[in-house]
């Protein structure tokens, strides 16, 4: 172990395990009822737990004989009363580790280490690459998209107290720290209500406004600092976008109305922001010359926040003006005294304009279909002969469009508000500039003819050709649609109208690749070496023409869905797979366990910013896999792929993943405004499933298929064909590869078989456990035969130990909640329908908050 990750390891032990050891005897002197016996009897119950499993007893039988052995409950009411008062004990556990781990961020992580921009400084000036350097950052920036995806459990009010505890713990404050925590145990966890879209939008804005505000003026002002000339003021270099309120995938509550008022919203929110900052200022720069520019800038900000009749056209390049003004006057009359505050602000606006973050569009691809079709009938806008056209003809025709179409001449809410959320990206671009929203996202892309669906529709909306300022960009997920991404893109590419397009979009073309559906649809190797593919091929074809192309991964929180080390990812891409930008969504718990302070949020900016850069300018592989590399991987993608899709295809898979985890309950959870199935079909099938809801139920059954499943399969079958030493020197050279890796022992540490292991006997899910089962240890056994260790994540000292830990804190909720499972399946089986079924419904769902939580990235 290196003397950085030991002196890690050390101060997380120190600040995190011993103080919340310490923290958390505190929960028993709350002034709360009963509190102290819970307490006691919770740790004892996890020392049940732990030897209930050891000795194979099924969860039932666990609690069971606990209530039996250490309590006086005999009644289901009471001992139904004191699960409940576990789950919240627990449940301001897992609060209090969060709160521990964000205190302890800046002494555990080395800030100015590997991958932050002081190494990158450094790095520059050893190999003399600052003209590489200003070339690079011409047109390079990473963008972080804040999507509104149902994995975050916690309500407002709790972040608030995570946030404000962990400021506590940091200052030492112990009066602070007890009453932060009285207000955690009066605080509820249960959200009544789903959120709305607008809801969720508030709630993704207070960490654009408190944290990465503050994290990218930081880095912007840093940047800036180490390299004045190679940070251009045309090119920010971090880029916010926004999902909530504009994704309307799925999700029907999503309206052109609230679309507008999410956009109202951000811009308010950064005028805001500019407008404290302004305040600020004016307590330092009280100079002759200074005040009166300062004073105005002032009144206009307050203006447009305040009272909307003297609203004024306030733009971003008018800020920047009065503050280049004051700028000049302190460097030329005042010895340059709090410039580096003014110099701040600046980068801030240069960032976040008067947009705060662009609104991404995103809509699923069969409704822009029916759209047409509805216009065809009503208005026809388009060719009486369009159906019988074939797919090139369809095409040309669409991109040559003309009229303009009516929303109030229907009354289909779908076709009415498609139509008006493209007549309102329009008004958005005028409040909040063309950076306020200017992507169209269409999910579920299979063909291009999809593409010219959404071109036409922007053309019957009054935009014309010249005017159409916004980016439609496809969005390729499934394993067949990444198989077709190339062929796609070549048929728009040929099209002169979309040519012409995108050579007004500066000759760049934006491609989403979504990693979730695709590990649901091919499992863990297969939907990472398919967005591998096509990347490759779409990066070959579109410099072929001449195009500039960017890709936008849609990643979820665990590596299942694209999430766990994204920047060892992007550093590990060679010259085959463009990186002109770094575009990635951050969902629900992520935003949260990786951007939760402006120092985690800074420290993980930074790692995406370095790895662009240091892929470029200091890395000397031309691809990232070598031809045999590639035939290999392809190899181990279709024996892990065959794998996958003979558990996919067993006949109790669905009723099996449906009945023992909490996957019908999600939507009960209201978490999310979005539904948990995309059809209203009342059969449960994979196809309509959530990749969300389905990666969440393996997370919470401490079987996490989606993150290995198939992986052991491979590596076994590439022993039998003779070509470890390959797979030997593939894991030895290639950070891909072994980022992937690793990402898979992190899913593995997660799992915890013994929970389940009384279905291994089970008549009908016997078999089913038994086949995850043998390869999670099939997995497990390659994957030490690979690494040459003994143990999971022994690369990662620091989150190894705080996931044991974490899985420690919620082994009682995640035994309670199979305990509830199990209840509630036997009242079902047997036609109840009794006041306690609904109560043991409450009991699964509330147990899902504190194991989804305390996992940080499992959903």
């Known amino acids: 172990m290196s003397y950085q990750l030991s002196q890690g390891l050390q101060q997380f032990k120190n600040l995190v395990g011993i103080k919340f050891q310490l923290y958390n005897s505190l929960f028993t002197s709350l002034p709360f009822h009963r509190i102290e016996k819970t307490g006691i009897l919770l740790s004892l119950l996890l020392t049940y737990c732990e030897d209930g499993y050891k000795k194979k007893q099924s969860p039932e039988q666990i609690i069971e004989d606990f209530f039996q052995k250490h309590t006086t409950y005999t009644s289901e009411r009471e001992r139904l009363d004191i699960l409940f008062r576990f789950v919240q004990y627990v449940e301001r556990q897992v609060v209090l580790f969060d709160a521990l781990e964000d205190a302890a961020f800046k002494d555990v992580n080395d800030m100015g280490g590997v991958g932050t921009l002081k190494h990158l400084s450094s790095e520059v000036m050893q ?56 207000q955690l145990g009066k605080t509820p966890f249960l959200k009544k209500q789903k959120p709305t879209p607008y809801d969720e939008a508030i709630s993704l804005i207070w960490y654009l406004e408190n944290i990465f505000y503050h994290a990218a003026g930081r880095i912007l002002s840093s940047l800036k600092n180490q390299f004045p000339d190679a940070v251009s003021e045309n090119n920010a270099i971090i880029k916010m976008g926004f999902w909530p ?28 922001c500019y407008y404290l900052d302004v305040r600020r200022l004016k307590r330092r720069l009280t100079f002759k010359g200074v005040e009166t520019i300062l004073t105005s800038l002032e009144e206009k900000l307050y203006n447009n926040i305040f009272i ?14 009065a503050l280049k003004q004051i700028r000049e006057i302190l460097i030329y009359q005042h010895n340059s005294l709090f410039l580096h505050l003014v110099d701040n602000l600046i980068s801030k606006v240069y960032v976040f304009g008067l947009h705060f973050a662009t609104l991404d569009i995103r809509q699923e691809s069969s409704v822009h279909a029916k759209v047409l079709h509805a216009l065809a009938a009503t208005e026809n806008l388009i060719p009486k002969n369009f159906d019988s056209l074939n797919e090139r003809e369809k095409i040309n025709a669409l991109t040559n469009l003309t009229g303009k179409a009516n929303p109030d001449l229907y009354d289909d809410g779908v076709v009415k508000d498609c139509l008006q959320t493209i007549a309102a990206i329009k008004t958005i671009q005028h409040s909040n500039a063309v950076e306020g929203c200017n992507r169209y996202i269409i999910s579920q892309c299979n063909s291009a003819l999809n593409v010219a669906e959404v071109y036409a529709l922007f053309l019957l909306n009054g935009w014309d050709k010249e005017q159409l300022n916004v980016d439609i960009v496809p969005l390729f997920e499934t394993v067949d649609d990444l198989q077709l991404a190339a062929k796609i893109m070549n048929e728009l590419y040929e099209n002169k109208n979309y040519k012409e397009h995108l050579r007004r979009r500066n000759n760049t073309q934006t491609i989403m690749v979504g990693f979730s559906d695709g590990t649901k649809d091919g499992g863990y190797l297969m939907a990472n070496w398919g967005i591998y593919k096509a990347k490759e091929e779409l ?25 766990g080390k994204t920047h060892k990812f992007y550093a590990s891409m060679g010259k085959n797979i463009a990186n002109k930008e770094i575009q990635l969504t951050i969902q629900g718990q992520t935003v949260s366990s990786n951007f939760g302070t ?5 420290y993980n900016i930074e790692q ?182 003994h143990e999971l994540m022994a690369d990662y000292p620091v989150e190894q130990l705080s996931i044991q830990m974490r899985e420690r804190i919620v082994l009682p909720l995640s035994t309670i909640q199979q305990y509830a499972i199990t209840k509630f399946r036997k009242l079902e089986k047997a036609m109840m329908s009794p006041p306690l079924k609904e109560v043991y419904e409450k009991l699964i769902i509330r147990c899902s908050f504190g194991i989804i939580n305390a996992a940080r990235n499992s959903a």
């Open 127 to 182: 190999f003399n690459k600052e003209a590489e350097l200003k070339t690079k950052l011409k047109d390079y920036s990473v963008r972080l998209v804040l999507t509104a995806h149902p994995t975050q459990f916690y309500p407002g009010s709790v972040l608030g107290i995570i946030n404000d505890l962990s400021r506590a713990v940091v200052e030492n404050n112990a009066s602070q720290i007890n009453m932060f925590m009285q």
């Open 245 to 272: 309120g504009g994704d309307r995938d799925g999700n029907p509550f999503v309206k052109a109305a609230i679309t507008l008022k999410v956009a109202e919203a951000l811009r308010g929110a950064i005028i805001k």
């Open 308 to 321: 909307p009749e003297n609203k004024t056209d306030l733009n971003k390049q008018e800020i920047i003006t």
């Open 539 to 563: 990066t070959k074809i579109s410099k072929d023409y001449g195009i500039d192309v960017v890709f936008f991964d849609g990643r979820g929180g665990p590596p299942a869905r694209g999430g």
């Open 598 to 602: 402006v120092d985690s949020a800074q």
């Open 608 to 789: 995406l910013i370095h790895a662009g850069i240091s892929n470029d300018l200091f890395s000397s592989r031309k691809v990232t896999l070598r031809q045999d590399e590639e035939q290999l991987f392809q190899e181990m993608a279709d024996e892990s792929f065959a794998s996958y899709t003979a558990l996919k295809n067993h006949p109790y898979f669905m009723q099996y993943l449906n009945e023992v985890s909490p996957l019908q309950f999600y939507s009960e959870t209201n978490i999310g405004s979005r539904p948990s199935k995309r059809s209203n079909s009342g059969r449960l099938e994979l196809k309509d499933l959530r990749a969300i809801p389905y990666v969440g139920s393996w997370s919470q059954l401490k079987q996490n298929v989606t993150g290995y499943y198939g992986v052991g399969a491979a590596l076994q079958a590439m022993e039998q064909k003779g070509k470890w030493a390959n797979v030997k020197e593939l894991y030895t050279n290639s950070l891909y590869f072994k980022t992937l890796i690793d990402n898979c022992e992190m899913a593995m540490k997660k799992c915890f078989f013994p929970l389940t292991e009384h279905f291994s006997k089970h008549p009908v899910y016997g078999e089913i456990w038994s086949k995850i089962f043998d390869e999670f240890e099939l997995t497990q056994k390659y994957l030490f035969k690979l690494s040459g260790k």
